[in-house]
Nanobody, 120 residues
């Protein structure tokens, strides 16, 4: 199982970035996909989630209206479009895959993270 994030970097306040997470080694279309972030000295927090078929999304209040999560099940990839970035968005962003199997087992996978820095 692999989740490989890309697209992070340094951006000025008000700018945009698009994160990608390429998945392999599991049935991507069966998993809910999420983006989390962790800033220095803070706990990891949920940023956005999209259901397995892409029919439903949810966002942290702090990013609503600025970030958009999407997925392409044909490419086994989930995206996070981040607009109007603020310095407080600075964090390591992690991709997560989660599902509950037929027998109630939880399957929970994480990527290695990608750094997003918003600074002038």
């Amino acid at each position: 199982v692999q989740l490989v994030e890309s697209g992070g970097g340094l951006v000025q306040p008000g700018g945009s970035l698009r994160l990608s997470c390429a998945a392999s080694g599991f049935t991507f279309s069966s998993y809910d996909m999420s983006w989390y972030r962790q800033a220095p000295g803070k706990e990891r927090e949920l940023v956005a989630v999209i259901t397995s078929a892409g029919g439903s999304t949810n966002y942290a209040d702090s990013v609503k209206g600025r970030f958009t999560i999407s997925r392409d099940n044909a490419k086994n990839t989930v995206y996070l479009q981040m607009n109007s970035l603020k310095p407080e968005d600075t964090a390591v962003y992690y991709c997560n895959a989660f599902t509950i199997g037929d027998r109630g087992n939880e399957y929970d996978y994480w990527g290695q993270g990608t750094q997003v820095t918003v600074s002038s």
